[in-house]
């Protein structure tokens, strides 16, 4: 994720010094900032995937024993 986020991050920081022409400060500057919030829409991102993934994983395992259940039952 990181390599993302730095290439994204210079990406940014060299389009806005391209844009105002201005000094090799500015765009490390803004290379700075866009790294920060790349991070942490990153780690949002994750969060919200973590979250996703527990959440099927919760749904699996009650279908996986609500099946068990049903078989249960029939074998009686």
């Known amino acids: 994720m990181s390599t993302i ?4 991050a210079k990406k ?6 391209g844009e105002w022409g201005g000094f090799d400060r500015h765009a490390d500057v803004h290379r ?3 790294r920060w919030w790349l991070n942490a829409i990153a ?3 994750e969060d919200d995937a973590d979250q996703h993934i527990h959440r099927v994983e919760h749904l ?3 279908n996986h024993l609500r099946t068990q259940a049903g078989e249960a039952h029939h074998e009686r």
């Not at 940014?12 to 010094?17: C, F, I």
Request: negative net charge; charged residues 25%.
């Open 60 to 62: 699996l395992t009650a």
């Open 43 to 45: 780690a949002e991102l």
């Open 32 to 34: 700075d900032n866009a």
């Open 5 to 8: 986020v730095e290439r994204l």
């Open 12 to 17: 940014s920081g060299d389009a806005l010094y």
